[in-house]
C-alpha cells in the first residue's frame, strides 16, 4: 500500500488554447452590423455619385444648347432642347408613371413643384408651352436667358425634390 495517495495523481496541465474558429456569437454580431452599414454606405455613396453625375451632364448640356444659342439664334430650337432636357432628367429623377403622362400645364405646374419656384408657370418657362412648338418663335415670345438660368436652378434644384419624394414612396 503506498503511503501517499496523491503521488498517483498526474501534474497539473494548461488547458487547450483557445480556437480563433468559429468565433463567439456577439462577434457574428458585430460582422454582421459592420456588414450592414457598408452596404448601405456603398448604396448611399452610389446614388449621391450618380445624381451628382446626371447634374454635371445636364448642366453640360444646358451650356450647349446656350451656346448654339448664342451662335445662331434659333429660340425653338433652345427652347425644345431646354424641354427635352428637363424632360429626360426628371425621367431619371423621378418615378416615370408621375412624369410621362405630364405635358403643358401639368407638366409646367410639376417642374414648379419639384424645384422651380414658380418660373415655369409664370415666368420664362412659359416658352415651352408655345415657342418651343412654332417655327417663327424670336426672343419675343420669351427670354431665353432667364429660361437658361431657371433650367440650370431646377437641374440643381429638383434632386433634392426626388429625394424627399423618394422618402415619401417608402
Not at 480563433?20 to 454580431?29: E, I, M, S, T
Not at 414648379?112 to 418657362?125: K, R
Amino acid at each position: 500500500m503506498n503511503a501517499d495517495p496523491l503521488s498517483n495523481l498526474r501534474d497539473w496541465h494548461l488547458p487547450d488554447p483557445v480556437s480563433w474558429w468559429p468565433p463567439a456569437p456577439g462577434w457574428w454580431l458585430v460582422a454582421g452590423v459592420l456588414l450592414a452599414t457598408l452596404l448601405l454606405t456603398a448604396h448611399v455613396w452610389r446614388r449621391w455619385h450618380q445624381q451628382r453625375t446626371s447634374t454635371r451632364i445636364a448642366l453640360r448640356q444646358l451650356d450647349a444648347l446656350q451656346t448654339a444659342l448664342t451662335a445662331d439664334g434659333d429660340v425653338r430650337r433652345f427652347a425644345a432642347g431646354v424641354a427635352q432636357l428637363l424632360r429626360r432628367l426628371a425621367l431619371v429623377r423621378f418615378p416615370s408613371a408621375q412624369i410621362a403622362g405630364l405635358t403643358g400645364q401639368a407638366w409646367l405646374s410639376f417642374l414648379d413643384a419639384t424645384g422651380g419656384n414658380g418660373g415655369f408657370t409664370q415666368g420664362a418657362g412659359r416658352l415651352f408651352t408655345d415657342a418651343a412648338y412654332r417655327a417663327d418663335a424670336t426672343a419675343q415670345d420669351g427670354d431665353p436667358e432667364q429660361l437658361h438660368k431657371l433650367a440650370a436652378d431646377w437641374i440643381r434644384n429638383a434632386q433634392s425634390a426626388s429625394s424627399q419624394n423618394e422618402k415619401i414612396h417608402r
